[in-house]
């Protein structure tokens, strides 16, 4: 089954301790994208790689880090969170061969306090 | 960069009427038009898209039109059901080379009333 998946689904920590939140996507797509979502904001693209040792940043891209070492795997670093952190996060990956489907992972919401 | 705006908000209709939600865009080089759609925990799927070189698509109850000059896009939802209630989002794609930066719009929460 074609899907993408987040790590974990839901967390709560505490301003400063490092977190990672982990994506994978078993389709073999070059493109992926991280976002977060917040209420009447939609949602905003953090980061996002064309292909593996490829990424660039998005829209609101401070405070946060991404890695593409591997095609299958794009994790979020949140190396120092802070409370303007918490939020609704979704990993997606694209088909770049025709179709542009972006598929979405089941996100993951944080908070910080 | 890309601006998006979206309206309405929300939007609420009776079973079986119709649904439009508007899309305006700025920046003249983004030409691929998805919309998602987004259920109560779960993250947005993709229901229609539309590409630069084309005004309109269609698809079964759902169509989507497309409006270069004024920088606009609209999606139509006809015979709406109850299922359909959900948070719509739109978003405006430069393709060139591959996916570049992605800007969402805010959001259209509908709600069908059956």
């Known amino acids: 089954e074609a899907q993408v998946t987040q790590n974990p689904r839901y967390l709560i920590t505490v301003t400063g301790k490092k977190l990672t939140v982990t994506c994978s996507q078993n389709?073999?797509?070059?493109?992926m994208s991280w976002y977060r979502q917040d209420p009447g904001l939609g949602l905003r693209q953090i980061y996002y790689?064309?292909?593996?040792?490829?990424?660039d940043k998005g829209d609101v891209p401070e405070g946060y880090k991404v890695s593409r070492k591997e095609k299958r795997n794009f994790p979020l670093i949140l190396e120092s969170p802070s409370p303007n952190q918490t939020s609704l996060y979704f990993c997606?990956?694209?088909?770049?061969?025709?179709?542009?489907?972006?598929?979405f992972g089941p996100g993951t919401r944080l908070t910080v306090l | 960069g890309e601006n998006v705006e979206q309206h309405p908000s929300t939007l609420s209709v009776q079973e079986g009427d119709s649904a439009v939600i508007k899309c305006t865009y700025s920046?003249?080089?983004?030409?691929?038009f998805p919309w998602y759609k987004q259920e109560l925990g779960k993250g947005p799927q993709l229901i229609i898209d539309?590409?630069?070189?084309?005004g309109e698509k269609k698809d079964q109850r759902i169509a989507v039109t497309l409006n270069k000059t004024a920088k606009h896009f609209s999606l139509h939802i006809t015979e709406t059901q109850p299922e359909d209630s959900a948070v719509y989002f739109c978003?405006?794609?430069?393709?060139?080379?591959?996916?570049?930066?992605?800007?969402f719009g805010t959001g259209t929460k509908l709600q069908v009333i059956p």
């Open positions: 997606a990956s694209i088909s770049t061969s025709g179709t542009d489907t972006q598929y």
């Open positions: 539309i590409r630069s070189n084309v």
């Open positions: 920046d003249s080089a983004s030409n691929y």
């Open positions: 790689s064309m292909n593996v040792e490829v990424t």
């Open positions: 978003a405006a794609i430069t393709l060139s080379g591959g996916y570049q930066k992605v800007t």
């Open positions: 389709m073999n797509h070059e493109y």
